[in-house]
């Protein structure tokens, strides 16, 4: 995909060089997977956890979420500052490397094509941000871990990315290419949306009324929504696609729906415990939004999904 370089006026932070902080202990898997488990346990219960020590121990690493992140939080944003904490500029985060750049490019691109849209329909836009940390960070939410995936945390409106996984998602997952990378920044940025309109803190709500089964359901319907949302990103910038591209991004989401994940982790695939979705579904739900490039044909919530 032919992306134009990133706009210097984003709103970027670099946590890598500065340390995490949070003191889990070792640095290695098993700190990093202590520190894992009371965040899996609070969002996906006992379950969680289990397919998270399944996956820690068949792939050595940790289960990418994919997701919205750490629920909650009221903490500010982190400061923009260049790597290793030296109050650079966003030019200087955004090129540390390939990944980093590619990151940037995909993220400006999201916040132009959705500043448009909120302007077309007379809504107010307050754009994201996007900090990088590595390893071990910090986030509005709490803890980030590289092993969480891409996330994004409400409490700031910050989409936390490790840019590690973009080399996981080809390399463990199958799902390389640039297209299958811009689809993962595509989807938290549709977290992001879902914020701005008020949709996550209805879910959330509507959670702590609901088993937990029930509110699983409700995370997975957020969850192909923000694929949704990635599609439609993806249909408005489509003269700016490669050929084999849409595959790409079928690919990625394919590799992470949940039955998939679960079949790897645990050879055995448990519907209610779902809480992004199936490959199918988000795979359907990702191509919606490819092909109808709006936001109107992304709700997930009203029938069947």
């Known amino acids: ?108 691109s999201a916040n132009r094509t959705w500043r448009t849209i909120f302007a077309r329909s007379g809504q107010a836009y307050d754009p994201p941000m996007l900090q990088f940390y590595a390893g071990a960070g910090r986030s509005g939410c709490g803890a980030a871990q590289s092993a969480m995936g891409p996330f994004y945390c409400p409490g700031d409106q910050g989409i936390y990315l490790d840019t590690s996984f973009f080399d996981e998602l080809g390399d463990r997952f199958g799902a390389a290419g640039d297209f299958a990378q811009f689809y993962v920044m595509a989807h938290e940025f549709g977290h992001h949306i879902q914020n701005l309109l008020g949709t996550s803190a209805q879910v959330q709500r509507a959670q702590r009324r609901l088993s937990e089964r029930e509110g699983n359901a409700l995370s997975v319907r957020l969850e192909l929504q923000a694929d949704c949302y990635a599609g439609v990103w993806g249909a408005i910038n489509r003269d700016r696609l490669d050929p084999g591209d849409v595959e790409e991004g079928l690919t990625a989401a394919n590799a992470i729906g949940d039955d998939t994940l679960q079949r790897q982790a645990q050879g055995r695939v448990v519907p209610d415990s779902f809480t992004h979705g199936s490959s199918a579904d988000r795979m359907r739900w990702l191509k919606r939004g490819l092909e109808t490039g709006d936001p109107a044909q992304c709700d997930t919530f009203s029938g069947d999904i």
């Open 1 to 108: 995909m032919r992306l134009d370089d990133f706009d210097n006026d984003i709103e970027v932070g670099d946590q890598r060089g500065q340390g995490s902080g949070f003191g889990f202990g070792g640095g290695g898997g098993g700190g990093m997977l202590l520190g894992l488990i009371p965040f899996v346990f609070s969002r996906f219960g006992c379950g969680g956890v289990a397919v998270l020590l399944a996956v820690m121990f068949f792939f050595g690493g940790g289960l990418p979420l994919l997701s919205g992140g750490p629920s909650g939080g009221t903490g500010d944003r982190p400061v923009v500052s260049a790597p290793g904490g030296g109050g650079g500029s966003v030019a200087d985060a955004c090129r540390v490397d390939a990944a980093s750049k590619a990151a940037c490019d995909a993220f400006s």
